[in-house]
């Protein structure tokens, strides 16, 4: 079982790696962010909710966040593992992962932080193009080609979010500090965090990440415990 929880600030590069890691592993790629956006997209009564904290770089409030990843953690994709992307993003959140993880008999066996400098964050989110489709990201390494999405067969429009706005963005890198970092020190007092330096480019730092991850799968699988 692989139970990943990728931690950095916005813009340090987890949708992208995620999404790496998921072909490679086979495992789900759990997004909050695109959970809300699809909730959107769909008109929900959650997307509503969401909408107005999402519009203004704010969290959205723990218990609803909380349920809506309860509810995809418990589909029968995550038997082998998952990867979440943007969640936990608060202690409270953190706990009631825990609890739940407990009740659905995972754990969680790695906590990579991407690490990336501020000044940097702001740079790669100012050239952030999103495919509306797919949900494929072009970056800073990657320029939007002009006549949409290239990723596989996809062909969507490319979009830039509206939280990647320059206010916005401040404002999401101040909350990110603000109720997000804490959780550095919450899972490196429970052994599981390993620290990436996220500004390599993005075949370097999935590199980096796949080892990591391989390494703690070996040393937390029952066959490598009973030698
Ligand atoms: P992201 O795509 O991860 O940058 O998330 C976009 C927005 O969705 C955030 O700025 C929040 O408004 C909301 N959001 C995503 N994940 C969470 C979370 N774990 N807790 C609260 N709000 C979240």
């Given at each position: 079982m692989y139970g990943i929880v990728l931690l950095g600030a916005?813009?340090?590069?987890k949708g992208t790696q995620a999404v790496l890691l998921s072909k490679r592993l086979n495992i789900p790629h759990i997004s909050s962010g695109d959970l809300f956006r699809e909730n959107l997209r769909n008109q929900t009564p959650l997307g509503e909710l969401a909408r107005q904290y999402m519009e203004r770089g704010e969290l959205v409030p723990d218990e609803v966040t909380i349920a809506m990843v309860r509810e995809r953690l418990s589909r029968p994709d995550c038997a082998n593992g998952f990867i979440l992307d943007?969640?936990?993003?608060t202690i409270a959140q953190a706990d009631a992962l825990e609890v739940l993880l407990k009740e659905l008999g995972k754990s969680i066996t790695l906590v990579p932080w991407i690490r990336v400098r501020e000044r940097m964050l702001m740079e790669r989110l100012s050239h952030r193009w999103t495919c509306r489709d797919c949900g494929a990201v072009f970056s800073y390494e990657s320029l939007p080609p002009r006549e949409g999405c290239k990723k596989e067969v996809c062909t969507g429009e490319l979009y830039r979010r509206e939280d990647d706005n320059p206010e916005v963005q401040a404002k999401r890198i101040q909350v990110y500090n603000e109720q997000t970092a804490p959780l550095i020190d919450y899972y490196r007092a429970r052994g599981l965090l390993v620290e990436i330096?996220?500004?390599?480019t993005i075949e370097y730092v999935h590199r980096l990440l796949l080892q990591l991850v391989l390494n703690a799968h070996t040393i937390h699988s029952p066959a490598s415990s009973a030698v």
């Amino acid at each position: 079982m692989y139970g990943i929880v990728l931690l950095g600030a916005p813009g340090a590069g987890k949708g992208t790696q995620a999404v790496l890691l998921s072909k490679r592993l086979n495992i789900p790629h759990i997004s909050s962010g695109d959970l809300f956006r699809e909730n959107l997209r769909n008109q929900t009564p959650l997307g509503e909710l969401a909408r107005q904290y999402m519009e203004r770089g704010e969290l959205v409030p723990d218990e609803v966040t909380i349920a809506m990843v309860r509810e995809r953690l418990s589909r029968p994709d995550c038997a082998n593992g998952f990867i979440l992307d943007g969640f936990p993003r608060t202690i409270a959140q953190a706990d009631a992962l825990e609890v739940l993880l407990k009740e659905l008999g995972k754990s969680i066996t790695l906590v990579p932080w991407i690490r990336v400098r501020e000044r940097m964050l702001m740079e790669r989110l100012s050239h952030r193009w999103t495919c509306r489709d797919c949900g494929a990201v072009f970056s800073y390494e990657s320029l939007p080609p002009r006549e949409g999405c290239k990723k596989e067969v996809c062909t969507g429009e490319l979009y830039r979010r509206e939280d990647d706005n320059p206010e916005v963005q401040a404002k999401r890198i101040q909350v990110y500090n603000e109720q997000t970092a804490p959780l550095i020190d919450y899972y490196r007092a429970r052994g599981l965090l390993v620290e990436i330096n996220g500004e390599h480019t993005i075949e370097y730092v999935h590199r980096l990440l796949l080892q990591l991850v391989l390494n703690a799968h070996t040393i937390h699988s029952p066959a490598s415990s009973a030698v």
